[in-house]
């Protein structure tokens, strides 16, 4: 018997299923859009982390935030030390404004932690506003330790062009904030041991700010004079190097340290090739290129 093709018997159509209220989707929609809004600022960012012993540790795949790399930008010509309390925002570096992508990176961990799935009966926490300000309290040391750390810096950065300070400078949109004071859990890091913190992408950062947990640090001279070096050179966008006595070192300490003219391997607890594939690094050569020599004194009249 031939079977004639016609309509199916019609079937009950499923209920379609529960939506969410109105003022749920409302509420995750301005959950997202703050995510991708903080997300935005700090894409590219790499975390540099320095322990309050003056060693580093090795950085964990959770400790780097990459982003696309702007257009490059004219270096920042004065490292400002600041030495009072200092409040700060998150966003793309912003010096002059005190926005800080660090801040916006460590943000942006935190939210997405929390909007991970809780544990069934858990208690919701409230979701803190991620673009509240943060305030550092600055140097606790003594006047004679905090003249001494601005004279340290001066003297790592004394071959280049680039002037250190800690009076406010004139040109407030060309210049590094090195935000010296506290612990890392005051900008919400909750590794203890952290010392020091910068943006990097392997290229210059222009306006950036970066830190240095002073009270983390003991408040010791050369720990804090070292990583305010490090973090400052990691915007002007240099890697860690793999030779002891180089600022830029993540090895353990072998005397005071200094921006060493010799080609060097990357790299933290063993070698590596530097950021960008190059199998070697100089810091003091690189730091040449980005911020040129210092200039020759001027001689005096009738000289």
């Known amino acids: 018997m031939t079977r004639h093709a016609g309509p199916p018997p019609s079937q009950p159509r499923p209920a379609p299923p529960r939506r969410p209220g109105r003022k749920r989707r409302v509420v995750i929609a301005i959950v997202l859009v703050v995510l991708v809004a903080i997300a935005g600022a700090v894409a590219g960012l790499v975390i540099v982390t320095r322990l309050e012993t003056g060693g580093w540790k090795v950085p964990e795949v959770g400790d780097i935030e990459r982003i696309v790399q702007i257009a490059p930008r004219q270096p920042a010509r004065s490292i400002v030390l600041e030495r009072g309390p200092v409040e700060l925002r998150p966003g793309d570096d912003d010096s002059s404004k005190g926005i800080s992508s660090v801040l916006a990176s460590v943000r942006a961990k935190a939210a997405a932690a929390k909007a991970a799935p809780a544990k069934a009966g858990a208690p919701v926490k409230p979701t803190p506003d991620p673009l509240r300000p943060v305030k550092l309290p600055g140097w606790k040391g003594s006047d004679k330790g905090w003249k001494q750390v601005v004279s340290c810096v001066a003297k790592l950065f004394e071959p280049f062009n680039v002037t250190v300070t800690d009076q406010a400078p004139a040109d407030r949109d060309n210049m590094v904030l090195v935000a010296v004071g506290g612990r890392a859990s005051d900008i919400g890091v909750t590794d203890r041991r952290v010392g020091g913190l910068a943006p990097f992408h392997g290229g210059v950062i222009a306006s950036p700010v970066v830190f240095a947990f002073s009270t983390a640090l003991g408040n010791d001279v050369r720990a804090v004079c070292e990583t305010i070096g ?31 003219d010799k080609d060097v391997r990357c790299g933290e607890l063993k070698a590596r090739n530097c950021e960008g594939g190059e199998p070697t690094q100089n810091s003091y050569r690189r730091l040449l290129q980005v911020l040129g020599p210092r200039p020759a004194a001027a001689a005096p009249p009738g000289k």
């Open 230 to 260: 490090m973090e400052v050179a990691h915007a002007y966008g240099l890697d860690h190097g793999y030779l002891c006595s180089d600022v830029m070192t993540y090895l353990k300490p072998c005397g005071a340290k200094r921006f060493v």
